[in-house]
Each structure stands twice: as C-alpha cells, then as structure tokens.
C-alpha cells in the first residue's frame, strides 16, 4: 500500500441497496457488460476480504463505540444445575446482564428467538420512525447494527413497514413455547431497567 495515499472509510448501511444502485450507475455509465445484482454483491463482498455474500452476512458486525457494552454488562450467569432447555441456553449466550444483545447469532434459530427480545422491546400500538426503531434497537444491541436488526424483524414479520420505509410499528404477536421460555428467563437475568416498557 502506497504510505502517501489517504485512507478514506466507507460505511454502507445496506449492502443490497448500495449493490443495485451501483449496478444502475455502472449501466448508466455505458459499461459493457453490468454484472447482475447477486454478482455484484458477491464481488463487493469478496473486495472486503470475504468469501462470498453470504460469508459477509454471516460475519459479526464491527462493534460500534456508541454501541459498546456497558462497563458493568456481563454475560448471564446461569446457575450450575439449573434445568433450561438447550435452545434458551444457546440463545442466552448472545446477551449481556443489561439484556443487551451482544453479538449476531449465526444460527437461523437462535436469530429468530434472538430478533423476539429485541421485538419486546419495541412500544406496542404506536407508528415508530426509521430513526426511533434504530434508536430502540441501538439502546438493546452492542454491535453497532441495527439496519441488520431492523431488516430482520421486518422479515420475521415482526416488525411492519410501509414500503417506502417510512413508518414502522411493531406486530401485534404473542411469543409461544421455546421463544417464551426463552423471553421468561432472559427477562429473569436481566437488569429490571432493561425490561422497561417490555
């Protein structure tokens, strides 16, 4: 690397979206061949020292310094011989004793009941912003992602959006079997604080 050459920082919000919208540039600009959006993604990816797409998704977000964990927040503590089902167990493993969701599962169940604590958290039968659902979502994570959050609700339906983006508000949806013995004891080790408006 060139030491005189100035670093300049990129930060994308939605990966997807920067795709297609460079896809569009790169047409417009009159380029021979425009690779396909699922293309394009995998190269974007692959400039950033990641396999593939997926790999990208997969990976944990860069910690954000406004994201940071409080300095008293540790992991749950889970009694030695306390009977929990394995799923709440590995779930529980992803927050902190703020209630704070501290890293992006990698596995597709443990997203989902991970995606219902941050759900119970959001304020029922009220319209919510973009901005006011990254605020909630920023207040109960500490990898600096809540684009990804948000996106992920929306896709588990539950969180609804207009199409525009433009208005949120959490679905009217009751919790059952693993994911409300999970929400019962994450909200039994955490920080009553924490569960405020749950």
Known sequence: MNASRELV???????SLFSKRLRKLLAESGATTVPSHVVLLNLLAKSAGHGNYQALRAAPAPASPDAAPTPSAKPIAIARGSVLPDATRKTLGHFDTDGRLVRWPTKYAVQQRALWALWARLPARRVLTEREVNKYLTDHHAF???ATLRRELVNAKLLWRTPDCSAYRKEPR????????FLTVLFEHTRPASNKGV
């Not at 920082?9 to 990966?15: E, I």
């Not at 009751?174 to 013995?181: A, I, N, Q, T």
Request: proline share 17%.
């Open 174 to 181: 009751r919790p059952v079997g693993e994911v409300r013995e």
């Open 9 to 15: 920082p990129l930060h994308v919000a939605d990966l």
């Open 144 to 146: 600096g992602d809540p």
